[in-house]
């Protein structure tokens, strides 16, 4: 039985993450943090240009959004939480581009 996508969702967000065995030192992750922050700011510009681009799409297409954007709205949504879990000291594992992109 395939994987629903409530299933997949939570097989991304909270699944297997190999946490480094050790750890940035406190300026290495200032770095990062100031790095991901901006990555961050990116993702939301990002995010508001596609919002209006799949709310156009759905105007047109009686209601009908389009798949891929709806699904790299997913993505971006996942990564951004990755990218938050660093910034708030949840985890140690630095989001795309330092690991895979899931």
Same mark, same amino acid.
């Given at each position: 039985?395939?994987?629903?996508?409530?299933?997949?969702?939570?097989?991304? %967000?909270?699944?297997? *993450?190999?946490?480094?065995?050790? *750890?940035?030192?406190?300026?290495?992750?200032?770095?990062? %943090?100031?790095?991901?922050?901006?990555?961050?700011?990116?993702?939301?510009?990002?995010?508001?240009?596609?919002?209006?681009? *799949?709310?156009?799409? %759905?105007?047109?297409?009686?209601?009908?959004?389009?798949?891929?954007?709806?699904?790299?709205? +997913?993505?971006?949504?996942?990564?951004?939480?990755?990218?938050?879990?660093?910034? +708030?000291?949840?985890?140690?594992?630095?989001?795309?581009?330092?690991?895979?992109?899931?």
């Amino acid at each position: 039985m395939p994987a629903s996508d409530e299933d997949k969702f939570q097989g991304r %967000m909270h699944g297997e *993450q190999i946490e480094p065995d050790t *750890q940035d030192s406190l300026w290495w992750r200032l770095l990062f %943090m100031i790095l991901i922050a901006i990555m961050i700011n990116l993702a939301q510009t990002i995010l508001a240009v596609v919002t209006v681009i *799949q709310f156009i799409i %759905m105007l047109v297409s009686n209601r009908q959004p389009n798949e891929r954007l709806a699904d790299f709205g +997913t993505d971006l949504g996942i990564w951004i939480a990755k990218a938050a879990r660093f910034q +708030t000291g949840a985890s140690e594992v630095k989001p795309w581009p330092w690991t895979e992109l899931d």
